[in-house]
């Protein structure tokens, strides 16, 4: 069993998958999204993925602001779930991503990874970061 993780975001997708034992997020790659309006290419891109390596489940990350309250971008993320679950058949759980980008900005400075090119990196990182703290839930569950 694998599970995806994906960072979506208006001009982007950030991809992560586990590995099949569920311990650990490797960054897949980003999908570039030419409109905000359309999913046509995006949801293919990810019905591809989950094919290949049979992928059970998805998280998918929810941004919320820090009052937890859910705003536009986070409306238009639960909208995407509903069409990936009509879509996919699969499960799609909602993972609270707030500082996410945050962390995974830091985790990229610490690597040493020059400023003009972290924005090439931060929303795969972002998706590895939703993905490894649901796995991580899961590991202390022992589901």
């Keep these: 069993m694998r599970i995806l993780g994906l960072d979506f975001g208006s001009k982007t997708v950030g991809v992560a998958i586990s590995d099949p034992l569920l311990i650990t997020a490797q960054g897949m790659e980003i999908i570039r999204r030419e409109s905000e309006d359309k999913l046509r290419k995006t949801l293919a891109r990810i019905e591809e993925i989950i094919e290949e ?29 509903e069409t990936l679950m009509r879509r996919t058949g699969l499960e799609v759980i909602l993972w609270d991503e707030r500082l996410t980008t945050v962390a995974a900005d830091k985790t990229m400075i610490e690597s040493g990874i020059r400023r003009e090119n972290r924005g090439k990196y931060v929303d795969e990182i972002a998706a590895i970061f939703i993905l490894q703290g649901y796995l991580d839930l899961l590991g202390r569950k022992d589901i």
């Design 53 to 81: 390596y049979k992928v059970e489940k998805i998280v998918l990350g929810l941004p919320k602001n820090m009052n937890n309250s859910i705003g536009e971008r986070g409306n238009k993320t639960i909208l995407f779930q």
